[in-house]
Nanobody
Framework: QVHVEESGGGSVQAGGSVRLACRLS?????VGWFRQAPGKEREGVAA??????????YYADSVKGRFTVSRDNSKTNVHLQMNSLTPEDTAMYYC??????????????????WGQGTQVTVSS
């Protein structure tokens, strides 16, 4: 079992920035960020793959150009830098790790391990 823990959430005004962190108990080759707003389904926001056969970053259209996913050299810390935030970005943000073979990066069923989430609230 891999422990996944998010941190860095909080409240910010529209146009501001927040940097989320995801800490893994051990390194895994893929990590995804998801969010869920009240009354809505959980959606994929971004993902990063570092497997030798599959490297890259992925973003939802709604966050492209504003959000950046990265991981440090330890491969156990992954960050989501969120800029130019709008109230529509308000949600609980979840980190997920360990991808199921063949699953889409944005599929909630595509990950084995999940954190408890961290709340991001953007006020207008």
């Amino acid at each position: 079992q891999v422990h996944v823990e998010e941190s860095g959430g909080g409240s910010v005004q529209a146009g501001g920035s927040v940097r989320l962190a995801c800490r893994l108990s051990r390194s895994l080759s893929c990590v995804g960020w998801f969010r869920q707003a009240p009354g809505k389904e959980r959606e994929g926001v971004a993902a990063i793959y570092v497997d030798p056969n599959h490297r890259g970053t992925y973003y939802a259209d709604s966050v492209k150009g504003r959000f950046t996913v990265s991981r440090d050299n330890s491969k156990t810390n992954v960050h989501l830098q969120m800029n130019s935030l709008t109230p529509e970005d308000t949600a609980m943000y979840y980190c997920a790790a360990g991808c199921r073979h063949g699953a889409s990066w944005s599929s909630t069923s595509g990950y084995y391990h999940w954190g408890q989430g961290t709340q991001v609230t953007v006020s207008s």
